[in-house]
Structures are given as C-alpha cells and as structure tokens.
C-alpha cells in the first residue's frame, strides 16, 4: 500500500517534520475511515498543541466519535498519518494510545461505582509496597491530584456510585491524568451536566492547559466550546469544515460552519 | 484567559478528611445499606442462643469441635463461591468436582495404591483443570456460568462415577494418613496459642504501622483507641474460641479446621490487599469499567473459575478425610446447594463486587449450626431442610433490600 510505503520511508529519514511547530503534540493529516460503505472520517486534519484547548465541534453524524475512537485506539484510520511530537506513529491498540501519552475519557466515563475513589483512580495501575498495595501512598497522591485540581470531593474512600455527575467527571479526568499524558481527549464532558456541575468540569479543563496538557474537548454546547477553548475545529459530514480561533469568533459562526451554511472545507487546518 | 460563565463557581480550599466523619462513617453505612458482616455474626449469636436455650449441649465445647470439623468441608467449598460471586457469576457443580476429587483420593490410595502425596496431588489438580474449561469456554463464547457450569455439574458427576467403577463405595482404611488428618489432628494448645499471638502480632504491626504511615502524609489515621480496641477484640476472639474448644471435653481445634481458617484469612489478604484482588472487584463492579482501566478481565475470569474449582477439589478432599471414603453420593444432594447457600448467608452479594473471604466462614457456621441443633433436637433433616431454606431466603431478602437502600442513598 501506498500508505505503508511513506510511513515507512518517512520514519526511517526523519524524526521530526521540517518547520514543526515546537509546542505541536499531535498532528493529524488525511485521516479517514470508513464502515462498509459509510465514509465516517473523509481526510481530517487536526493539530494540537501543549497549553491549548482544541473543541471539536459538530452535527450528529459528523464523525467526531469516530476521531475520538481512532485517537483512543479503540480503531485504526484507513488512511492517514498520525505524528506525535513530529514522529509517524500508529495507536493500533487503547494501551498503545495510553503508552504514548493520550488518555481519553469516555462520555460514559467508565468508572467502577462500586469501587472508592482512590480505587477508581489507581484502577489498574496500583501502587504497590512489596506485594501489596500501597494503599497510604495512593491515597496521599489522589489528594494531592484533586486538590491540585480544586476538585470537590470531601471523601477519596467513598464508593465513586455516591458522587455527583461533576464530581464523577472530574474522577474520570483525574483518572486520565494519574498515567501523566500529554493529550487527554474529554467526550462530551458536560452533556450530562447541570450549570454548576459542568462550570466546575470546564474550570478543570482550564487547569489541565495550565498543567501545559494539549486538551481536545468534543462537545455539543457551543456555550462550553466558547467558554474554554483556544481554538474550535468544526467537522461536517466528516470533513473540516473550518478552524477557528475562539477569541475572534461567534456562536452564530460555528453554528453556520456546522450545519453547513458556510462552507469553510477549503481553509483547513492551521499550517503555520 | 477567559471569563465565561463558569467562572461563577469560586473554588474553595477543601479540609482533609476530619476525625468526626471517620467516627460517623459507621453510622452512615449503616443507613445507607453497607452494613458488611453485622446482620450474620447477629443471626449467629440468636441461632447459638435458641439451640443452647433449647439443649445446653449445644454450647458445650465437645459439640462445637464436632461442629467445626463438619463446617471445614463446606466452608472451603463455599470460599471458592463467594470468589466467583464478587464477579457476578456462581459455579453449580462445586458438588461434583468435591466428588470426582474425593472418588480420586478414596480410588487412588485404596484400590490402586498409589503414594498418598501422588493422588492429593490429582485429586486437587481435578479442580484447575475443570475450571479452566469453564473460564475458557466463558470468556471466549460468552455462555453464561450459570448454564455453563450446570452443564459441567453433569459431566463432572459422570466423571465421578466413571472413576468409582462399579463399587460405586471405597472405604479409606482408618489408619490412613488422610483420615487420620481429617478425624484425630488437633493442633496442641500451646501451638494453637502460639499461632494466635502471632497473628494477633501481625495485625498489631500492621495497624500500628500503617496509622504511622498515614501520620506522616498527612491523612486521617486510626486512633490509638480505636487501634488498642480492635487488637484487643482480635486476641480475645481467638485466645478465648482457642482455649474454649479445648477446655473439658473439647479435643482442641481440629488440623482440617485451622487449614480452613488459614486459607479464609490467605483469601482475604488476596482480595484486599493485591492488586489482583482489586482487579476482582473492578470486574464485579463494572468490567467495561475494568476493561477500560487496562486489567486483562478474561484473565481474571479464568483464574477465578480456577480458584474456585480447586477450593471446590480440596473441599472434597476434606470432606473423603472427614468420613474415611467416598461414594458416588459424595458431592450431591445437598453438598453445593449447602455451599452456595453459606457464601451467600455469609454476606456475599448475589450482584457482584461485594463480599468478603469471611463471608464462607461466618456463612458456613450458620448453616452447620442450624444442622447441628436441630439434630442434637432430634428433628430429622427434613425440618434441617426447611429452617434452612427460610435462612437463605432471609439472606437473599437481606441483600436485595441492602442493595435498594445502597442505591437510594447511591452507594450502589
């Protein structure tokens, strides 16, 4: 495949691309994938940098799960390149996607309800002491964690079942930071949130940038988008259409890039 | 930086985690459903009090020695349950393979003669093997436990039969090792008292250290009173259950029994303090959620069918030591029901991912209690049979209830 061939000529002669931007973590160009005969993702390019909150935004249909999956592993694109911090790289697999550094938190945040706090955030990466678990250990460092992240959690030893929708969301966040990455991709954070609930998810997203994290927040509120993020990436009907910096644009402007009333696909991505 | 609205909600400073709600904790599980083992070590005590009211010779150290030895059995089966039961599964043909392993001990060292420690070995080795079918055919075709094992219930009863031949009897001589271990070796007094300051020491140590540790970063740790309480509490129980089955008549506490003590307390250690003991509740809990977290849930599956089959196999082998043979009834009738029935009136949850190895302990005394006054009242098994199937549906009834009060207060 033609594919196979540049990647592999590509990794052999270079390590980072020529004129790469030095705060780009992650770099998407031509991502595509299809499911039988429904084209999900037609070449998507996405770029993400240390420090900064990318919105994806977009209608019912317009692939942004898909890109959430193909960036969590969960499948590979049929086409495409993927560069994390200037190298071509695969993420074949949900653990290669953690091994690299991008944790992504689900919209169904797949936490253990029965489990506590502390529990849910060391799930299977405990800390041990000899052959058991470090239990003390652990429990200092999700203190530390959450309070570093002015989380509203009173009880870490608490069954995650007795949490509030925000506290929840912000246990899974955590989760997502416990293996330190350097992307976390957040599903639909706040649709399940009330006002202050998602408030106190978005203030954890502003904390995340300044941790220097790359966020990629995908999300239905055009509100939340515009409230926290530095640049808004719509997609239409799995295409580009359209990136914009969120400081100078309008939620009457990305409503009409994602329903398709201007037509932004020429003008992808952000080549600087 | 921006100023959207979610810049309403000023984040405050949270306080750690404060004595008072540590103390208060108790109360609050209570009312939220999570009561833990209260409600059996409660039915005990009452079922303990009626039969002694009823016949003195109940409490009477003799009987209780006899009691235990006839728990041990059971109790080692029903480890193995409350293990499969943290996951949401059940394995119903724990009874056949006790059997089929108890058939390989009796058949192997009797009639074919072979060395005693070559047939532990296959009669134990029976238990993995049988529940590694399980765990395979469970996890790659996704066919429920339930009728999965039902179906091994069947074969592993043909397999036991097959290998008692057409004597369908073996008789163990009494002077054989094994039966000597299962009816005559009682641990010495002073071994047994031995054995309980060392455990006593242990949990002290433990306690003591990991109040230190906690101390030092700064989290909320236990009090020195409320450590010295349950220290003290822990060497009384197992001094005094020591000293008691020893004293008069009482012959001490049985080898068959302590080995099921130890293997309760090794289960608990596994499950509460390894990461593989974590990875079995995440899966009772939720295995999307497991899967997600990175832990191999098949693996942990198969291990656990694994577990519980041998526990099932030495369970059998306990019980073909404690009554000198086996025969092709050993195993059936009532030996898994009674097995299910003491994991789940220990306090082992039906839903998955909750329970504790103490639950086969507290859960099997119940029901041996129950079989024990009753026939020490003279009332046949048919009255055994009835009180003890209004104890598991009072059980049953308990776990269902503490669950709906568990999700309204929304500990689910």
Not at chain 2, 247 to 270: E, Q
Request: hydrophobic residues 50%.
């Amino acid at each position: 495949m033609k594919r196979d061939a540049d990647e592999n000529s590509a990794r052999a002669l270079t390590v980072a691309e020529p004129g790469q931007h030095p705060d780009r973590i992650l770099s998407l160009r031509g991502i595509t994938k299809r499911f039988g005969a429904v084209r999900a993702l037609a070449g998507i390019d996405l770029d993400v940098h240390a420090g900064e909150v990318v919105a994806i935004v977009g209608d019912n249909g317009a692939g942004k799960s898909t890109l959430v999956k193909i960036l969590a592993g969960v499948y590979p694109p049929d086409a495409g390149t993927i560069r994390f911090f200037g190298s071509l790289t695969d993420i074949p697999s949900p653990t290669e996607s953690l091994d690299l550094g991008i944790a992504t938190v689900f919209q169904d945040l797949a936490l253990c309800d029965s489990l506590d706090v502390v529990s849910n955030l060391w799930l299977g990466r405990e800390l041990t002491r000899g052959v058991g678990l470090d239990e003390v250990e652990m429990e200092k460092r999700s203190w530390e964690l959450l309070r570093e992240l002015h989380a509203r959690i009173t009880d870490v030893r608490v069954p995650v079942a007795s949490l509030s929708g925000g506290q929840r969301q912000t246990v899974a966040i955590a989760r997502a930071l416990i293996g330190d990455p350097h992307v976390v991709v957040l599903d639909e954070p706040t649709a399940a949130l009330g006002v202050s609930q998602t408030a106190e998810v978005l203030n954890l997203i502003e904390r995340l940038r300044e941790r220097g994290l790359g966020i990629i927040l995908v999300s239905h509120s055009i509100t939340d988008v515009l409230a926290v993020a530095d640049r808004v990436v719509v997609l239409r009907l799995g295409r580009n259409n359209g990136d914009f910096r969120a400081s100078d644009t309008t939620s009457d402007r990305l409503i009409a890039a994602i329903t398709g009333a201007i037509d932004h696909s020429r003008r992808t991505g952000d080549d600087e | 930086m921006n100023l959207g609205p979610h810049r309403l909600i000023e984040h405050s400073e949270l306080p750690p985690r404060r004595m008072r709600e540590f103390v208060d904790s108790g109360m609050q599980r209570v009312r939220a459903g999570d009561v833990g083992s209260a409600p059996v070590i409660l039915g005990l005590v009452v079922i303990w009090a009626v039969f002694a009211a009823l016949n003195p010779v109940f409490l009477s150290p003799t009987n209780l020695v006899n009691l235990t030895m006839q728990a041990a059995p059971t109790g080692v089966i029903a480890i193995g349950i409350v293990l499969l039961l943290l996951i949401g599964e059940i394995d119903l043909s724990v009874g056949s393979v006790s059997g089929l392993a108890g058939a390989i001990l009796a058949v192997g060292s009797v009639q074919l003669q072979f060395p005693l420690p070559v047939v532990l070995l296959a009669a134990l080795l029976c238990g993995p093997v049988v529940g590694l079918v399980y765990g395979i055919v469970y996890t790659r075709f996704g066919v429920p436990g339930f009728v999965l094992t039902l179906a091994g219930l069947l074969a592993v009863l043909g397999l036991q039969l097959r290998v008692l031949g057409t004597a369908g009897s073996v008789t163990i001589p009494f002077d054989s090792v094994i039966v000597q271990f299962g009816q005559q070796w009682f641990i010495p007094a002073a071994i047994m008292y031995a054995l309980d300051a060392l455990v006593v020491a242990a949990v002290a140590w433990h306690l003591v250290s990991e109040a230190r540790r906690r101390a030092n970063a700064g989290l909320a740790a236990r009090t020195p009173l409320s450590m010295g309480l349950r220290i003290a509490a822990l060497a009384a129980l197992l001094t005094f259950s020591t000293w008691y089955l020893g004293s008069g008549d009482g012959r001490g506490v049985g080898a068959m029994v302590l080995l099921f003590v130890a293997l309760v307390g090794g289960t608990h250690l596994l499950l509460t303090r390894t990461r593989f003991g974590r990875a079995v509740f995440a899966v009772g809990g939720s295995v999307e959620g497991a899967r997600r977290a990175g832990i191999r849930v098949a693996r942990v599956q198969i291990s656990l069918f694994m577990l519980c089959s041998t526990f099932a196999a030495l369970g059998g082998i306990l019980a073909a030591a404690r009554l000198a043979g086996a025969n092709q009834s050993s195993g059936g009738g009532d030996a898994f029901l009674n097995a299910i029935a003491a994991a789940v009136i220990g306090g082992t949850s039906l839903f998955g991912g909750r329970g504790s190895a103490f639950a086969a302990l507290l859960g099997v005394l119940v029901l041996t209690s129950i079989s024990v006054g009753l026939t020490l009242l003279s009332l046949d098994s048919s009255v055994r049979y009835i009180v003890t199937g209004g104890v598991l549906v009072l059980a049953v009834i308990f776990d269902s209830i503490s669950r709906r009060s568990r999700a309204a207060a929304g500990r689910a």
